[in-house]
């Protein structure tokens, strides 16, 4: 099981996220309810909406940054969040990532609202392997 | 890094200090200021002294603190003819900024309605993650916002022309083309007009303290008489559309700038020469999305008219809700400036920093023209904020530019640790200032203990004449998102 942690001393004004996984699946999947978590409390979104989607990249940092922009997408496009992911990543070229979500809409009389994530930078963006499992930083800008 | 004493609130990191840096890195700030400022300022700022055709000095203002790519609070001015354009230089909330309103209203008059207006404001001004706004436009309607920007909110009635006099400008930058932009940022941001967003944006009603006016001579030019006078002032920037430009842009310079032979020190500076078709592509939706924040902010304008005649009974124009001053701090703009005795066409990067251009100078509105632009900083929701005005010597110290705000010292994390958002909206109301907020965590992010005194940034920037103060403002009804 994946774990993040926000960073305090790292571009104080946006939100810095530290993230550990089993595997890249793990990572991806953590990162994902990671964002949420910025932008919601995940509890008050009730899972009412599935979607399915499959994104590809040259590379596997950059299907990562693919895969969180396009959550912040969704978030302003159709107002929908997704604190419930199960992600297939694939390295290779080019790289490549199913997932299925699970979530629902911001409904501003239930949901409790956090920050507007805005992008994510590639401000000290890193994914690389580690002896056990793959980590990640990634600051978003809110 | 040495950082070296070059001036009063002048220092330098000399280019020997990194390799590859290009000029030199100036940070003006206070001795106190320049102690607390995080390590993120130094590196980053070094970093944009290392960018292709940057001129004279990689500046930071004093309420400069670590942000991604640029520090936010950062400026650099790159040759247009041999220089790159970077979207980390701007940020993703392309055309962030700043606007404020004058009333007739005093504090006396306002008092009494001061919950039930705030209450009405919170209503009328969507806020906060995922809020739509109140006007629903085709993609051709689109189109014109992004070519015309707040004029094209005038045009369909939605402000005052003498609106767009008071705004950088005029409220459409020229340039911008809807051909440059992706569908997903118009679907992203199309239904977002209107909005204020969350973080740091907010929508303030304000008081001119007693002691507040520093300048009588420059406040009456901008319509500020006296202690107790109401003022309404609003922070927020390009919303969605911004933000997916710039995510764009980011990934697409990512890519191609390694063909350039460019390479950065921290990969969110990716750029473009400004030259190159990916340079100027950027360049032009960079615009549009600066242009639909000019019209998000003259919406919202639109909104507060309509809620004051309400709340009051009369109409805007009876209660002189004319806007003072409307500026960008997220911004790269083509401007003249003179480097070394030579005049050059720049490509000025602004990220987190306000244009001030003095008397005479340039795209100052005619009622300003002696006296200045109206510079606005902003600060936390429990200090305060400050009117300047431009000065000349800031059109050759710092290419026409001065801060923006009280600038962060605490983390978000750090913040919420220290403070219930729900007991410092309690706090405040106990100090008469009415909070309401789409997000209570938001409310404890933004505390004033997690900022800067923004009178000492104020303090700095008019020491150096980089900007004069004019208004002191405080608030007494806040929205945040």
């Known amino acids: ?142 | 890094m040495k950082t070296l004493p070059v001036g009063d609130c002048v220092w330098e990191i000399p280019p020997g200090e990194k390799p590859g840096m290009r000029v030199p890195a100036r940070i003006y700030a206070s001795e106190a200021l320049l102690a607390r400022m995080d390590e993120g300022v130094f590196d980053q700022v070094t970093n944009v002294a290392c960018l292709p055709g940057i001129v004279r000095a990689a500046l930071c203002m004093p309420d400069g603190h670590w942000g991604y790519g640029f520090p936010i609070g950062g400026v650099a001015a790159f040759r247009a003819d041999t220089g790159v354009i970077s979207p980390g230089g701007i940020g993703f909330d392309i055309n962030c900024g700043m606007r404020v309103l004058r009333t007739s209203l005093t504090e006396a008059e306002v008092r009494p309605k001061l919950a039930q207006l705030v209450d009405a404001l919170f209503a009328a001004v969507p806020s906060g993650v995922g809020s739509k706004g109140f006007v629903r436009l085709s993609g051709d309607e689109f189109d014109e916002v992004m070519r015309e920007g707040a004029r094209w909110c005038v045009r369909r009635g939605y402000g005052w022309p003498e609106d767009l006099d008071a705004t950088e400008g005029g409220g459409c930058l020229p340039g911008a083309d809807p051909d440059q932009v992706s569908q997903r940022a118009v679907t992203r941001g199309r239904d977002q007009l209107g909005t204020l967003g969350s973080g740091n944006h907010y929508l303030e009603v304000q008081v001119v303290p007693p002691g507040g006016i520093h300048d009588p001579r420059v406040a009456k030019v901008f319509g500020i008489e006296q202690p107790g006078q109401i003022l309404v002032m609003l922070h927020c920037g390009s919303r969605g559309f911004g933000h997916q430009i710039g995510t764009d842009y980011l990934r697409r310079f990512d890519q191609v700038m390694r063909g350039y032979g460019i390479v950065v020190r921290d990969r969110e500076l990716a750029c473009a020469p400004f030259g190159s078709p990916e340079g100027r592509a950027y360049f032009g939706a960079m615009l549009a999305a600066a242009n639909s924040a000019f019209a998000n902010r003259q919406l919202i304008t639109h909104r507060v008219r309509e809620v004051m005649g309400r709340v009051f009974g009369r109409d805007p124009r009876d209660l002189g809700l004319g806007v003072i001053y409307d500026v960008c701090h997220n911004t790269a703009k083509l401007e003249r400036h003179t480097v070394d005795g030579e005049p050059l066409e720049l490509v000025v990067h602004r990220k987190g920093a306000t244009r001030s251009f003095g008397p005479g100078a340039p795209d100052v509105p005619a009622a300003y023209r002696e006296v200045g632009q109206p510079v606005i900083i902003g600060g936390s929701m429990e200090t305060g904020s400050a009117l300047l005005v431009g000065t000349a010597h800031a059109m050759t110290e710092t290419f026409g530019s001065t801060a923006h705000g009280a600038g962060r010292s605490m983390s978000r994390t750090q913040a919420k640790r220290r403070v219930w958002g729900e007991a410092l909206i309690k706090q405040l109301g106990e100090r008469g200032i009415v909070v309401r907020a789409a997000s209570k965590s938001g409310v404890a992010e933004e505390a004033g203990f997690a900022y800067k005194d923004l009178g000492e940034v104020v303090d700095v920037v008019d020491r150096l004449d980089i900007s004069r103060r004019v208004v002191s403002l405080v608030p007494i009804g806040n929205i945040k998102g």
Do not use: N
Request: proline share 5%; glycine share 4%; aromatic share 6%.
């Open chain 1, 1 to 142: 099981m994946g774990r993040h942690e926000f960073l305090e001393s790292v571009a104080v004004a946006d939100c810095a996220v530290e993230i550990e996984g089993d595997d890249l699946d793990d990572l991806f999947a953590t990162a994902a309810r990671a964002l949420a978590e910025v932008m919601v409390d995940p509890a008050t979104v009730p899972a009412t909406v599935e979607r399915s989607l499959e994104l590809t990249a040259p590379s596997l940092d950059l299907l990562l940054y693919d895969w969180l922009s396009e959550l912040i997408y969704v978030k302003d496009s159709e107002q929908l969040v997704f604190p419930v992911v199960e992600v297939h990543v694939t390295g290779g070229s080019p790289c490549r990532l199913t997932a299925r979500l699970a979530g629902g809409p911001i409904d501003r009389t239930t949901t409790a609202l956090r920050a507007d994530a805005k992008a994510v930078t590639f401000h000290q963006f890193v994914l690389e392997p580690r002896e056990r499992g793959w980590r990640a930083r990634v600051v978003i800008d809110i």
